[in-house]
């Protein structure tokens, strides 16, 4: 079973400052396979990346996905106040099929 | 544009059974596979399992393989999630979402399930 590790747990920073959220896999994910979403509280996840480094459609340029191998960060450059939430990266293709990690909480510091 | 919309919330007791449904919006429902997504309160995303709609082909996760049933009705663009027993462990939000081939795209707004004696 691939694992996902998220760090850190917690996160606080402020407004106008530069987030990095780190995702640590237990054995090698394709690229192509590796997901963040955020959610925010009484909300469905919504998909931020996929294939690593792809933006969804409609997402806005401060969120930056990166890595290979077993190693992802999510970057968000500038955080506005609508981006505290919680955020999960998930895998694809491994067994099970699809895993998540256990999140990281943004919150305001 | 893609939705999906998920049945209402349910109140259940222990070892009742329950069926909860997810109804697509588009005709491409049928042709893009539907997983579930457990989140149990206050905690993550769990992925249970997820199925074809076209020909009802299914992905089970062994964390819940026997535990749900996974199904589809694709002439009126439906998933479902089923329970036999409900077990107060079973309370907790679950998310349909449709998968673009790797990715959960779009998501249901969830249906929240409580079972409570």
């Known amino acids: 079973e691939i694992v996902l590790t998220q760090s850190p747990g917690t996160l606080s920073l402020s407004p106008g400052e530069r987030a990095t959220l780190s995702c640590r896999a237990s054995?090698?994910?394709?690229?192509?396979?590796l997901a963040w979403f955020q959610q925010k509280p009484g909300q469905a996840p919504r998909l931020l990346i996929s294939?690593?480094?792809s933006r969804a459609t409609g997402i806005p340029d401060r969120f930056s996905g990166s890595g290979s191998g077993t190693d992802f960060t999510l970057t968000i450059t500038r955080l506005e106040p609508e981006d505290f939430a919680v955020y999960y990266c998930?895998?694809?293709?491994?067994?099970?099929?699809?895993?998540f990690g256990q999140g990281t909480k943004l919150e305001i510091k | 544009e893609v939705q999906l919309v998920q049945s209402g919330p349910e109140v259940k007791k222990p070892g009742e059974s329950l069926k909860i449904s997810c109804k697509g919006s588009?005709?491409?429902?049928?042709?893009?596979?539907i997983g579930w997504v457990r989140q149990m309160p206050g905690k993550g995303l769990e992925w249970m399992g997820s199925?074809?709609?076209?020909?009802?082909?299914?992905l089970d996760s062994p964390s819940f393989q026997g535990q749900v049933t996974i199904s589809a009705d694709k002439s009126i663009s439906t998933a479902y999630l089923q329970w036999s027993s409900l077990k107060a462990s079973d309370t907790a939000m679950y998310y349909c979402?449709?998968?673009?081939?790797?990715?959960?795209?779009?998501w249901g707004q969830g249906t929240l399930v409580t079972v409570s004696s």
């Open positions: 979402a449709r998968s673009d081939g790797y990715n959960f795209d779009h």
């Open positions: 588009v005709n491409s429902f049928t042709t893009h596979w």
């Open positions: 199925i074809y709609p076209d020909d009802s082909d299914t």
């Open positions: 054995q090698s994910v394709g690229s192509s396979y």
């Open positions: 294939g690593a480094s």
């Open positions: 998930q895998q694809y293709g491994g067994s099970p099929r699809y895993t």
